[in-house]
């Protein structure tokens, strides 16, 4: 089968339906233009995250020159951008710090395993369905840990380590307030008066790039005392190192699994938040399913040249389609553009005062932060500000792993809640709840025969509503001769719903009652003919309409029932 013949839900790089489009002159000069101005923005932002990650800077530029070109070479996008970012921050640094950077290359390795499984499994359309409160409360929560993690470089603090947990790092810089460096401060406001401003001037040159050139020339021109990337780390290498795969045990592979898996999640989730926002932009449609195995593919490659994980950069992205950026080409110059950077000026990097980056670092903290939509959330639902307010706290306090596996496992169970609040069951003949006129299927226009019981399910019938269902039935004292169950309102069941029409039909059997099934939709059809509850009620007790059920009823009883 060839790629052409393949619908958007397979593999199906975009790089390649541009090419059988026909790829013209004047679609390159565009992506040419797109591609260098993002690969200038892209160059401080990738040696940021990784020294905030806890590695090496050059590890940021490996990660954004092989991640990058390879995630816009596969993309399901047209103008995808791809690198490290700012979410991966926290979990980049615990897994280093506990595990080492051969522990963080396993766990890598092993979440693009789990991304291409993913796209292949076309989970592309149910990775977005992560509740936004989640998501809301884990970036917000990121935000604070990058802020708090730049303290010591922002204010040139004497620090000889800082610790790797929230509440332990400001304690630390409590002790060590006393030893800030002022030059420092000077240098970190500066930067950021720098990236807020320099917009005014002039939109040529990216203000990232201007912050580092205007203050590591001020640093180095004036000897003003701080200190620089290369007073921390040594020189900046300007080549690719050789491949390599992680030296790690079996054990350590069993440890790593868990931040794998968030790491897959965060690179899906952000991957296609990116995608979602560029089609806005552009007013294209991405193919996420070919975007998830694309995001795998760059997730294993990086780490053998070094990398740390990486996904579609919504800033650079965005960035992107401004420029001009029309194709995956663009995506693929500005990662060529990064590592022509890194071999002409990667000794230059040394002289970057870390009080820079520590300025750019918190600038994109504020920007990631999505503040004004954290406040905004706790004027919704008390269910939703929960579940932000946990993943937020549980993501600062203990563990961003932690914070979106009992995120999305608590909103699961609140969003079970509603839909059983939702789901009713009624005793019809008795309460007559509906108003006569309003309902052809009305129960009140009926005849209803004498020891027939007539009850509505109204909601999906699910494990959250089963209980409820049998509490409703269990209320008649006088055992009915008949029961007639409509299901008109009920859109799907589960294997538990399943399990309470079982145990309604057993009493019923018992009290010698006959169970009947009326307006069963397609798929509770489907599910209760799968499992044999069909067969065991019996075809003719599953009826279409409530008439044929009355008539069902009428012929299983006497006569003299019948009124």
Known sequence: ???????????????????????????????????????????????????????????????????GFIISALSGSRVQIGGPTGAFVVIVYGV??????????????????????????????????????????????????????????????????VPAHFVDKWGAYAGALSSFSAAAVAVSIGTIIILLFWGRVTRFVPSPIAAILLTTAAVHIFHVPVETIGGRFGAVPNHLPLPRLPDVDLQTLRSVLSPAISIALLAGIESLLSCVIADGMTGRRHRSNTELVAQGVANIATPIFAGI????????????????????????????????????????????????????????????????LFVRIFRSTKSDTAVMVTTFLLTVLVDLTVAIQVGVVVASFLFMKRMADVTQTSYLFEEHDEVEGEDEESVRDRKV?????VFEIDGPFFFGAADKFKSTIN????????????????????????????????????????????GVNPQPREVLEQSGFVARIGAENVTVTLDQALERARAALTPAAVR
Not at 495 to 504: I, S
Request: proline share 4%.
């Open 96 to 161: 280093v710090q506990k595990y080492g950077y051969d522990g963080l290359a396993a766990a890598t390795l092993i979440a693009g395993l789990l991304l291409i499984v993913m796209g292949v499994a076309r989970m592309g359309a149910v990775i977005k369905f992560i509740p936004y409160p989640v998501t809301v409360g884990f970036t917000t929560g990121i935000a604070l840990i990058i802020f708090s993690s730049q303290l010591r470089d922002f204010m040139g603090l004497r620090m000889s380590d």
């Open 449 to 453: 025969p004498n020891g027939v019981a």
């Open 309 to 372: 994980p990486c996904t579609g950069a919504i800033a650079r992205t965005a960035t992107n389609v401004k420029s001009g950026g029309q194709t995956p080409v663009s995506g693929m110059v500005h990662a060529l553009v990064l590592l022509l950077i890194m071999v002409v000026f990667g000794k230059w990097a040394a002289l970057v005062p870390m009080a820079t980056l520590a300025g750019i670092l918190v600038i994109t903290a504020y920007r990631m932060s999505e503040w004004r």
């Open 475 to 518: 209320r008649v004292h006088k055992k009915p001769k008949v029961i007639v169950l409509r299901m008109r309102r009920v859109p799907a069941v589960d294997a538990t719903g399943v399990r309470a029409l079982e145990d309604v039909y057993d009493k019923a059997r018992r009290d010698g009652t006959l169970l009947i099934l009326a």
């Open 1 to 67: 089968m060839t790629f052409a013949s393949m619908s958007d839900h397979r593999f199906q790089p975009k790089l390649l339906t541009v090419l059988r489009e026909g790829y013209t002159k004047h679609l390159f000069v565009k992506d040419l233009g797109a591609g260098v101005i993002v690969g200038v923005v892209a160059l401080p932002l990738a040696l940021a995250f990784a020294i905030a990650s806890g590695v090496k800077p050059e590890q940021g530029l490996f990660t954004a020159i092989v991640g």
